[in-house]
Structures are given as structure tokens and as C-alpha cells.
């Protein structure tokens, strides 16, 4: 029954709050000790070449340490106060979601091209994603929007909720170490081909369940709030495996065929134009109304995940493990 308030909690804290200023976020301090450990790890190699099994060092210390730290807090506030603890472990997996976040990053996106103000959605855009954006036009700026929000429903929402279910707050904040140390150090270049390589791989597996998982809920919402279900699982099936990422191409598909658009194409990084395997297909085309429709597939998806979680959780009485 506790944690399957606990669960619920953290989703409506998200939901309603999202990251306020004033709470020192968990990622920024996971940020800071993988920054800290990549320089001392550096340091320590004897060459590039030792840094490959060295690599191994960052996951293991920076999500063990997650997972040690958050448990140890909670253990020492239930020493006290059991109602602590509880208080705590909401707060704490709320803090390794992102709900509101991402739509509230999308939405800004959306109203600045309702107002035909291009630029402003440009530097919007720009913000929540990777790609070169000062010359897209208003298509391309809802492709990026709508690509960057689908794939971001697993490793923002589903997966940290999915490990909660799991483990408590402790496995939720492990997962969001994984997620961070790909985001930061996870690249298949020169500099982290080596340092990163254990850190890449451990988040393809950390998501490769959740992001099926999302895939499959897509669909569902979709169906529910009266886009094509069907075509979403389809799609899903037939394009996921055409992306680069093992794992990004299921929700970003899934989403494609909900809404009956094309995502992928061609990006510039960094005035590199490369090529990404097209998702869906064109049934019209890109428009600003895609925004808000894909944060309706983000909303009904993770709030369909959070109550089968609850349920799961009050009919086991606890977390999973």
C-alpha cells in the first residue's frame, strides 16, 4: 500500500511541480562526480588505450554509489521517522522523472510557432535538443520536437519508473546514473570511444525492456485518445530496428505511426549533414499541432505506466524486490 502511494506521489509531485530551482537536483551532483571521476580516471591512464578497461571504473563507482548513497539516506531517515523516509523516497524518485519537464519544453516549442515567430522556436528547439537548428523551418522544428519528446518518454519517465517498481528510489536514482553517464561521457568519438564505451552499453541494456515497454503503452494511448493504435504498433515493429540506437527507434516509430507523420531524415551537427532512417510515413505532414499531440502521447502513456505500477505494487505490498 506504501509504495504504491509512494509511486503515485512522486508521478503527481512531477506532474505538478517538476524540478524546482530551489531543490538541489540529484543529476547535477551525479554530474559533478563523473566529472571529477573522469578527470582522475585521465590522469591515472597510462595511455589511451588503458582507459578502455579503466572505462569500467565509471559505471561501477558512479551507479553503485547511487544506488548505496540513496539507500543509506532513506535508512537513516526510517531510523527516525518512518513518515520521513516515506516523504523522502517520493521526493526522491520524482526527482528522476521528467514529465513536466519535457512537456513544458515541447509546449514552448509549439507556442512560439503559433505565434509565427520562427527564430524564437529555433532557440527553443535548440535547447532540448542536439542538432543544428538555426535554419530549420517550421516543419523540421516539429520534426526535432516530436522526435526529441517520443524518445525521451523512456529514458525520462518510463525507465526511472520502471527501476522504482523495481527497487525504490535507490534503483530509480542508479538508473538515472546510467542515463547521465551516457549522456555525458557515452559518445563513439575520438575522446570517449575508450572512457565511455561500458558506460554507452550498460544504458542500451538498462532501456532495452523500458523502451518496448513504451512502445507497447504508446500504442495504447493512442487508441485510447482516438489516434491510429494499430498503425503505432506497427510502425513501431517495422521501423524501430532501422535506428542507429537499439532502443531509440521503438518510441519514436511508435509515435510516428500514432500520429501518421515521417520522423527521421536528414540532421546537421556541427555543420555535418548526416542521414537518420525515416519512422512512420508521411500520411500529412509535419505541422506545429504535432507538438501537443505527441505531449498527449507523453502524458497518457506515463500516467498508464504509473497505475499499473501502483496496482502491481499494492498487490505485491512492496517493491518488486
Known amino acids: 500500500m506504501i509504495a504504491a502511494f509512494i509511486i503515485i506521489a512522486a508521478y503527481i509531485w512531477d506532474r505538478l511541480a517538476g524540478d524546482p530551482r530551489w531543490i538541489p537536483h540529484p543529476v547535477i551532483m551525479i554530474g559533478k562526480a563523473i566529472a571529477a571521476l573522469e578527470r582522475a580516471i585521465r590522469k591515472a591512464a597510462a595511455s589511451e588505450a588503458a582507459l578502455k578497461p579503466l572505462g569500467i571504473l565509471l559505471p561501477v563507482i558512479v551507479v553503485g554509489g547511487s544506488f548505496a548513497l540513496t539507500w543509506a539516506a532513506l535508512w537513516g531517515l526510517h531510523a ?32 512560439r510557432l503559433a505565434a509565427r515567430d520562427i527564430g524564437g522556436a529555433r532557440r527553443e528547439v535548440g535547447m532540448i535538443v542536439g542538432r543544428d537548428t538555426d535554419e530549420l523551418d517550421e516543419p523540421e522544428i516539429v520534426r526535432a520536437t516530436v522526435e526529441t519528446i517520443a524518445e525521451n518518454i523512456v529514458d525520462a519517465v518510463i525507465s526511472p519508473l520502471c527501476y522504482a517498481l523495481i527497487g525504490g528510489a535507490p534503483l530509480a536514482m542508479a538508473y538515472r546514473a546510467v542515463n547521465t553517464l551516457d549522456s555525458m561521457v557515452g559518445y563513439k568519438n575520438e575522446k570517449y570511444g575508450n572512457l565511455g564505451w561500458a558506460s554507452a552499453r550498460l544504458d542500451d541494456i538498462a532501456n532495452w525492456i523500458p523502451a518496448r515497454m513504451t512502445a507497447v503503452l504508446i500504442a495504447i494511448c493512442a487508441w485510447m485518445k482516438g489516434y491510429d493504435g494499430t498503425r503505432s504498433w506497427q510502425t513501431a515493429k517495422r521501423d524501430a530496428p532501422k535506428h542507429p540506437s537499439p532502443n531509440s527507434g521503438w518510441p519514436e516509430a511508435a509515435a510516428a505511426g500514432a500520429l501518421g507523420i515521417r520522423l527521421g531524415g536528414y540532421n546537421v551537427y556541427k555543420g555535418v549533414r548526416s542521414f537518420r532512417a525515416y519512422m512512420g510515413d508521411a500520411a500529412e505532414p509535419l505541422q506545429a499541432q504535432h507538438i501537443p499531440a505527441v505531449c498527449r502521447l507523453l502524458t497518457g502513456s506515463t500516467l498508464g505506466f504509473t497505475v499499473i505500477a501502483a496496482v502491481l505494487l499494492y498487490a505485491r505490498g512492496g517493491w518488486l524486490l
Open 80 to 111: 527516525i521517522h518512518y513518515s520521513l523516509a516515506w516523504a523522502a523516497e517520493a521526493l526522491l524518485i520524482g526527482t528522476t522523472i521528467a514529465t513536466k519537464g519535457l512537456k513544458d519544453a515541447g509546449m514552448a516549442v509549439y507556442k
